[in-house]
């Protein structure tokens, strides 16, 4: 009987031993997995922090860009509504456009308020080249001017810089395409 617990003790004895070998080796690749996994989170969480931060930022930048892009989008759609009054109310420096003096008073105070529209929203060549149509035609009024041609030339320059602006850059439109029609 003694000695089966001496085997018991050495059979013991060797299970503990081999059991300490086990989770030495196991438990040693065991914790350094884990210890990997652990580091592995931690650098995930860091990069999810990062990859929010700008999914963030750049919804910020994308919501200012549509901002810009819906304001300029409506100064166009304005602009071009200014254009379109402008290139009708300009006519009245023409010669023969509106014979009849109420029609002509009436032109002349669309053209007054498309003026002034177009100091709001035309760019300043626009606006230069509109005063020097101006001016001419103050200086030699459109009923008295042997000079139509130089009149039409300028409301040319005007009205193709007026369509380019407003969205076409590109315009092979002469002068020449221009009807001035008298009634």
Do not use: H
């Not at 004895?13 to 059991?19: A, P």
């Not at 580091?39 to 919501?63: F, G, Y």
């Not at 819906?70 to 109310?89: I, K």
């Not at 041609?149 to 005007?158: H, I």
Request: proline share 3%.
């Amino acid at each position: 009987m003694e000695e089966i617990e001496r085997i018991m003790d050495w059979l013991i004895l060797v299970s503990i031993w081999l059991l300490s070998v086990v989770i030495y080796f196991s438990g040693r690749t065991y914790f350094n997995e884990k210890g990997k996994n652990l580091a592995t989170r931690e650098d995930i969480r860091k990069i999810t922090e990062i990859v929010e931060s700008i999914r963030l930022q750049n919804n910020q930048e994308i919501e200012l860009l549509k901002a810009q892009l819906n304001n300029t989008s409506e100064a166009l759609v304005r602009r071009r509504d200014v254009y379109e009054n402008l290139g009708g109310s300009i006519r009245i420096f023409i010669q023969g456009q509106f014979p009849d003096q109420s029609l002509r008073l009436q032109r002349q105070q669309e053209f007054l308020d498309s003026y002034i529209s177009a100091w709001l929203w035309a760019p300043d060549e626009n606006i230069r080249a509109l005063n020097a149509f101006i001016y001419m035609n103050q200086r030699e009024p459109a009923e008295d001017n042997p000079k139509q041609r130089k009149l039409k030339d300028a409301f040319y320059q005007v009205i193709v810089g007026l369509r380019k602006d407003a969205g076409f850059p590109d315009t092979e439109l002469k002068l020449e395409d221009f009807v001035f029609v008298q009634f």
